[in-house]
């Protein structure tokens, strides 16, 4: 895969594309995207991702990951120092709330895959 480099948010990332490419990443759990929801919160997302795509009962799928924007700058940092290079699916949301020492700001996003736009890998 052709990755370019770019700069997005101070973050060196590399461009994958679509969901469908997740399963072909060996190391690395974190990713940033255009996310289109309706009611999304954080249209772009960085995401350490606990549970690759996966589908659910109602047929759709999901990525499942948690969102390191809404924590503090140390925090973050940490985070990415400790799991950024980890591969997808190796890191689970227990390992990041102890990590994280139970920051309330640390939990679970659900993504659906059809709402995720320009998928980048971020460079750790």
Known sequence: MAARKVTQNKLETSFIGTTKKLDR????CVFTFKYTAKNATDPTPVIIITRPKWTAKNGKTYI?????N??????RTS???KFGKLPVGSVSFNDL???TKSDPSCCIR??????IR???KVEV
């Open 97 to 99: 709330k102890n990590a």
């Open 118 to 120: 320009a998928l980048h």
């Open 70 to 75: 809404s924590l503090k700058a140390n925090t």
């Open 25 to 28: 990443i060996k190391r690395g």
């Open 64 to 68: 499942s990951g948690v969102n390191i």
């Open 110 to 115: 659900t993504y659906n895959v059809r709402n």
């Open 79 to 81: 985070l990415l120092e």
